[in-house]
């Protein structure tokens, strides 16, 4: 089994930044790509970013492209996600997931571990 909490979250004015941090624990997860999701008001649970099994390759959505940066530190067993020019928009509850295998899938079912969320709400 892995547990996966996230952290970070918050209120924070347009413009402004934050960091998340996914903290993996009971199995490592070195040898698998992460990823982050998010869903807002209303709306369907959609891909942020991801990142590959050693931190060597990264995918973004359209959306957060240049804005947010996702890395991970296997000796820490975390996944980070840096998230600059922030915008009402992007307000969500923010998910890490554990993906299948290594290599970067951007569909949520092919990640098969969840955290419970962290809550971002940027403030126009």
């Known amino acids: 089994q892995v547990q996966l909490v996230e952290s970070g979250g918050g209120l924070v004015q347009a413009g402004g930044s934050l960091r998340l941090s996914c903290a993996a624990s009971g199995r490592t997860v070195s040898s698998y790509a992460m990823g982050w999701f998010r869903q807002g008001p209303g709306k369907e649970r959609e891909f942020v970013a991801a990142v590959t099994w050693n931190g060597g390759g990264t995918y973004y959505a359209d959306s957060v492209k240049g804005r947010f940066t996702i890395s991970r530190d296997n000796a820490k067993n975390t996944v980070y996600l840096q998230m600059n020019s922030l915008k009402p928009e992007d307000t969500a509850v923010y998910y890490c997931?554990?993906?299948?295998?290594?290599?970067?899938?951007?569909?949520?079912?092919?990640?098969?571990?969840w955290g419970q969320g962290t809550q971002v709400t940027v403030s126009s």
């Open positions: 997931a554990r993906a299948r295998g290594p290599y970067i899938v951007a569909r949520p079912e092919v990640f098969d571990y």
